[in-house]
């Protein structure tokens, strides 16, 4: 065993010079010199100091939020100044184009005056609605009233729906246009 080693080695030294290439450079060469880099991480916060925040927290978590107060910034102007830099508008466009629905017409008062006095709030006028007519809940169908585990049910035949079915006192039938008041 000890000559095959010998062999081994003797092989390996035994190469031509000329035949054998430098080994690459392990490590490439960097034209730029490696920068750290920066990250922009929040730095942790340590448990004493968030504990500290928690104990300091809000004796009524129902209570109103407020907003802190921002400081006045030199460039920006007050808010004094700023309403009055804010450009008016008094009138309204003429109007603007119906898609085909129609609008009830309303009775608004114009501006008394242009000056700096308050006018009168104008009064709208909204048109009365129809009443409702109970045609749909009329054409419910009972076919049947039952107690189940105390609770009254009833079974119904609804307009626009292709079931009968059992509701109880809330329900809704016919695409919830129908409400059960009460059952008898």
Not at 56 to 79: H, I, K, N, T, W
Not at 120 to 127: C, D, E, G, N, T
Not at 144 to 153: D, E, F, N, T
Request: glycine residues 6%; proline residues 14%; charged residues 20%.
């Amino acid at each position: 065993m000890a000559g095959s080693d010998i062999d081994l080695d003797a092989e390996q030294s035994i190469q031509d010079p000329s035949t054998q290439t430098s080994a690459p450079n392990a490590e490439p060469e960097i034209s730029v010199p490696p920068t750290s880099a920066q990250v922009a991480l929040i730095r942790p916060t340590s448990p004493d100091e968030r504990l500290r925040v928690l104990k300091s927290g809000r004796s009524d978590p129902f209570a109103e939020l407020v907003a802190p107060a921002l400081p006045d910034v030199p460039g920006q102007p007050s808010s004094s100044q700023a309403s009055q830099t804010i450009a008016r508008r008094d009138s309204l466009p003429e109007s603007s184009p119906n898609l085909g629905t129609k609008s009830p017409d309303l009775k608004l008062n114009p501006p008394q005056s242009k000056s700096g006095g308050s006018a009168p709030s104008p009064k709208i006028v909204l048109p009365s609605l129809p009443k409702p007519t109970p045609d749909l809940a009329q054409a419910v169908k009972v076919t049947g009233v039952m107690l189940i585990s105390g609770q009254p049910r009833a079974i119904v035949e609804a307009p626009n729906e292709s079931r009968s079915r059992t509701v109880g006192i809330g329900d809704l039938l016919s695409n919830n246009q129908v409400r059960v008041k009460t059952l008898i």
